[in-house]
C-alpha cells in the first residue's frame, strides 16, 4: 500500500535536550548532504506512533549523526555503524520505548547529470508480535514537491515481524531483534531531473508503548548512464550505476557491468535495471570504432503494449507499463574508449491489453465487455476478446479473470467470551470449514491478533483500550455464505489500585479493606486484596505497608491540684521520638459531604436534618482531606468543547499509562475555563465551579470507581443519581487531555479511553470536589 504524508505544522514546542528553528525549509539546488541536519533543506519532526510529524525541531537522541566506527549492542554486534566506503551516517530513532516516531526530509533540484539516488540504510526493530500496524516501523519516500510519490515504487515501508526478506533474528538478549544490514537501494529520478523533490525517512516505535525500532542511512547522487570501461582494441566493459538489486542486459547476462569483443562490430546495448523498491528503468548505450550522432538528439515515437523497441539505435525491451517515458542512449567510440555524446528518446506506450477481474456467488451472473456468463458454476474463468482498432495503431486485447465462490452456509455462530475482560487472552473459532481461500477475521479497536488469521480459530490479546463492536468473518475472499447474526464483544476493564500507609510495630491494620495482625518487626511489606469486578474482571488493590517502631514514652508531670474545667499540662518524652497520641481518622469513604460543609456518617445523618451534597470516595493519610463526588449528575449529554486544538497550559496526556497519575481535577478545571467561555468548553462549565466543584482528572475518575458499590449504596439512602451498570453504556469526562482533538474518560467497564472533544450523545459529567 501507497502511503504519504501531507503535514502542515500549527506550532513549535519547546523542550530540554532539543534544538527547534523556525518552520519551513529551503530547496538546495544541489544535491544536498544526507549525513546533515542542520542545513536549510533538512525538515527534523518528531512526535507519536500516530503523528510522526507532530512537532518540527532536532532531539538530540532521536536524530544523530554518527562518525565514529562501532557496532549495535541489539544485534549482537553483528551490526557496523557506519557502512563499508561511509565516514558520517544518520542514526534515525532510539532504543527507548514510549511510541515515538521521527522523521527526517530532504529537499533539492534533481541534478540532471546525477539523477540515480542510491540509499544506503539498515533497520534494528524489537519484534513484539503485534498487529501489523502496531508493529515498529521504517520508511522511506520519495516524492514531489507535492508530497505525491514520484512513482509507485518510490516508497520502501517494512514493519518488525518473522521472514522478513532481507533481515534477520537475534534473540540472545531476551528480546526478539529483527534486523537488516546495510542495504544499498536505487532510484532513477531522471524524469524529475531540474525539478524538487523530497527524501524523507520515518522510524516508528511500537503502538503500544512497549517496544522501539530504529534506523541507520545515509545516501547520495549518482549519474544515470552506462559506462564504458577496459577498451583494450579487443573487448570493452560497459558498466551500470552501482547499488541495484539486479541487472538484465539484452543478451541475458545479469551483472552490473558486462564484457563484449570488438569483433562484433557495432553494437546496441540495453540493460533494465531493478530496485530493491521494484522499480524498473532501462538505459541505453550505442558503441562502435566510429559512432555518428545524428543531427536530432530528442526522438519521438509511439508503440503498443508489450512491443519492443529497436530504432534509432535503441534496443529496448517489451515495453509493458503505459505512458510516455524518458529513455537515454549514450554513444560512446571505441577508439577513444569515451563517451562521444547522447540523445534522447520520448517513448508513449500505448495500452493494448485491458484484464478485468471479477467474482460472483452462486446465482449471480456476468455480462459486459462483450463477455457474457449467465449463472455459471463454481470455478476459474479465463477468456480473451480482441477488437479491432479502426485507427489500425493498437488493437485492444480483453482477458477476463473471473472467479465464482461456492455458497456457504453458516451452521453455527462465532464461538468465544461475549466479554472479555482487558489484559486476558481469548480465542474465538467457527465450526465451518471453507473449501476456497482464506478466513479473514476483523475485530474491533483494541483486540490485538496474537496467532491464527487465515484460519478457523483466531486467538487475541484483549488490550486496556479494547471497544465494544461485532467480530466479523470475511467472505469475498473464500467463500459465499450466509451470515449468522452480528457477534458482539463487549470487553470489561480491569481494577488496580495502589495503596501507600504506615503502622506502628505492636499495632494492627484494618484499614482499605486489610486486616493486617500485629506487627512486630518494622520494615516494608506489600499486601494484595484479589476480587471480582461486578463484570468478573480482576480487581486488584496492593497495599504498600511501611512499619516503624514505636517509640517508648513517658509521661513526666508533678501532682497538680486543678478546679474543675481548668487544664494540666503533660509533657510526654520518647526514646526516640515525642510521642503525640493519634486521633481516630475523621473521615471515611462512603461519609456524606453536607450543604452546610460539615461531612457525617451515615447513621448520623438519617438522624439528623442535614441535606446531601455529595460522597466520599477518597481520604488522604491525614484522615482529615480528599475528594467527594457529587449526588447528582451535572450533564448527561455534554461536549468537553467545541475546539480541536489543545490547552497549552494544560498538561497532554498522549499515553495511558501516564495519563491515570493526573489527579490535578481543580487546577486542569480553571485552565479550560480560562482558555474559553461556556460555548467553547460546556463540560467544564456544567460544574459550580465557584462553589468548589470542578471537572474530576482521569486518575480521580479511576479511584472513584473502584468504591462504586459503596456510593451507590449511600446514593440510594440519601436520594441522590446512582451510577447505572446494567443494560447501559456511559463515558464520564475527565479534565484530563489527551492527543489534539481528545481528552480522557471513563466508561461503565471501568476503563479509561480517548474521547472526541466534541462528541456528544451520551457523554456525561459528575464533579467531584476537595476537602
Not at 302 to 325: D, H, M, R, V
Not at 456 to 467: G, K, L, P, S
Amino acid at each position: 500500500m501507497m502511503r504519504f504524508y501531507a503535514v502542515i505544522f500549527w506550532g513549535i514546542m519547546v523542550w530540554t535536550g532539543m534544538e527547534v528553528r523556525a518552520q519551513g525549509y529551503t530547496v538546495s539546488p544541489d544535491v544536498p548532504d544526507f549525513t546533515e541536519l542542520r542545513a536549510g533543506c533538512v525538515v527534523a519532526t518528531y512526535g507519536n506512533t500516530r503523528d510522526p510529524f507532530l512537532y518540527e525541531g532536532i532531539v538530540e537522541d532521536r536524530h544523530k549523526i554518527i562518525t565514529a566506527q562501532g557496532k549495535d549492542f541489539y544485534t549482537g554486534g553483528e551490526l557496523q555503524l557506519l557502512p563499508p566506503g561511509e565516514s558520517r551516517v544518520i542514526k534515525l530513532g532510539n532504543e527507548q520505548v514510549g511510541s515515538e516516531a521521527e522523521s527526517i526530509t530532504y529537499h533539492f533540484i534533481v541534478d540532471p547529470e546525477k539523477a540515480v539516488l542510491l540509499l544506503k540504510f539498515a533497520v534494528v526493530f524489537v519484534d513484539p508480535s503485534h498487529s501489523l500496524n502496531n508493529q515498529p516501523r521504517f520508511v522511506v519516500r520519495i516524492m514531489d514537491k507535492d508530497g505525491n510519490l514520484i512513482d509507485v515504487c518510490a516508497e520502501y515501508d517494512v514493519s518488525a515481524r518473522d521472514g522478513i526478506d532481507g533481515f534477520r533474528t537475534y534473540d540472545k538478549i531476551g528480546l526478539p531483534i529483527r534486523w537488516r544490514d546495510w542495504t544499498s537501494v536505487g532510484l532513477d529520478m531522471s524524469a524529475y531531473a531540474g525539478q524538487e523533490v523530497q527524501v524523507q525517512f520515518v522510524t516508528y516505535d511500537c503502538a503500544l508503548s512497549g517496544h522501539f525500532g530504529y534506523a541507520y542511512f545515509t545516501a547520495s547522487c549518482i549519474s544515470h548512464k552506462l559506462s564504458l570501461d577496459a577498451c583494450d582494441g579487443t573487448q570493452f566493459t560497459i558498466a551500470a550505476p552501482t547499488g541495484f538489486s539486479s541487472y538484465m542486459w539484452q543478451d541475458g547476462q545479469t551483472a552490473s557491468a558486462v564484457t563484449y569483443t570488438q569483433e562484433d562490430g557495432e553494437k546496441e546495448i540495453a540493460c533494465e535495471i531493478t530496485s530493491a523498491t521494484g522499480c524498473r528503468f532501462t538505459l541505453s548505450a550505442h558503441v562502435t570504432a566510429d559512432p555518428v550522432l545524428p543531427d536530432e538528439k530528442f526522438f519521438f515515437d509511439t508503440i503498443c503494449q508489450g512491443e519492443s523497441y529497436k530504432k534509432n539505435n535503441y534496443n529496448l525491451p517489451a515495453q509493458w507499463k503505459i505512458g510516455t517515458f524518458n529513455y537515454l542512449n549514450t554513444y560512446f567510440s571505441t577508439a577513444t574508449c569515451g563517451e562521444v555524446g547522447e540523445l534522447m528518446l520520448h517513448l508513449t506506450v500505448l495500452q493494448r491489453y485491458y484484464p478485468v477481474e471479477a467474482e460472483l456467488c452462486p446465482g449471480e451472473s456476468f455480462v459486459d465487455y462483450g463477455f457474457s456468463y449467465v449463472n455459471p458454476a463454481p470455478g476459474e474463468y479465463r477468456d480473451t476478446l480482441t477488437y479491432t482498432s479502426s485507427s489500425g495503431i493498437c488493437d485492444s486485447v480483453v482477458t477476463l479473470y473471473l472467479l465464482v465462490y461456492p455458497e456457504v452456509k453458516l451452521t453455527s455462530d462465532i464461538a468465544g467470551e461475549k466479554y472479555p475482560c482487558a489484559g486476558t487472552t481469548q480465542t474465538y473459532k467457527i465450526s465451518e470449514s471453507w473449501t476456497m481461500g482464506q478466513y479473514v477475521w476483523e475485530f474491533p479497536p483494541g483486540f490485538d491478533i496474537l496467532s491464527g488469521q487465515g484460519t478457523t480459530q483466531v486467538t487475541v490479546q484483549v488490550m486496556d483500550f479494547a471497544e465494544t463492536g461485532p467480530v466479523r468473518l470475511l467472505y469475498g475472499k473464500g467463500a459465499c455464505a450466509t451470515s449468522p447474526d452480528p457477534y458482539i464483544v463487549n470487553p470489561h476493564g480491569a481494577y488496580w489500585q495502589t495503596v501507600i500507609d504506615t503502622l506502628c510495630t505492636g499495632t494492627e491494620y484494618h484499614e482499605n479493606g486489610f486486616d493486617v495482625p500485629i506487627q512486630d518487626c518494622p520494615g516494608f511489606l506489600t499486601f494484595a486484596k484479589r476480587g471480582r469486578t461486578v463484570y468478573g474482571c480482576d480487581s486488584v488493590v496492593t497495599l504498600h505497608l511501611y512499619v516503624y517502631e514505636t517509640p517508648e514514652v513517658t509521661l513526666k508531670t508533678s501532682d497538680s491540684v486543678i478546679c474543675q474545667g481548668g487544664e494540666v499540662e503533660l509533657q510526654a518524652w520518647g526514646s526516640r521520638t515525642k510521642y503525640i497520641p493519634p486521633e481516630p481518622p475523621a473521615v471515611s469513604i462512603g461519609d456524606i459531604f453536607c450543604e452546610d460543609g460539615t461531612i457525617v456518617k451515615l447513621k448520623e445523618y438519617a438522624a439528623g436534618n442535614k441535606k446531601a451534597q455529595g460522597i466520599v470516595f477518597y481520604v488522604d493519610s491525614s484522615g482529615e482531606h480528599g475528594w467527594v463526588v457529587h449526588i447528582k449528575h451535572q450533564s448527561k449529554s455534554c461536549k468537553w468543547g467545541i475546539n480541536t486544538y489543545n490547552i497549552p497550559d494544560l498538561p497532554d496526556y498522549y499515553y495511558y499509562s501516564n495519563s491515570r497519575l493526573d489527579t490535578a481535577g481543580y487546577f486542569n478545571t480553571s485552565q479550560i475555563r480560562q482558555a474559553g467561555n461556556e460555548v467553547v468548553y460546556p463540560a467544564a462549565y456544567s460544574v459550580d465551579f465557584a462553589d468548589g466543584w470542578y471537572l474530576p482528572a482521569i486518575g480521580q475518575l479511576l479511584r472513584m470507581y473502584g468504591y462504586l458499590d459503596e456510593i451507590n449504596k449511600v446514593l440510594e439512602e440519601v436520594g441522590g443519581e446512582i451510577f447505572e451498570f446494567v443494560d447501559t453504556q456511559w463515558f464520564y469526562w475527565s479534565s484530563s487531555e489527551g492527543g489534539t482533538g481528545q481528552a480522557w474518560g471513563l466508561e461503565v467497564r471501568g476503563r479509561q479511553m480517548l474521547g472526541d472533544k466534541a462528541a456528544l450523545s451520551g457523554v456525561r459529567v459528575r464533579a467531584v470536589r476537595s476537602f
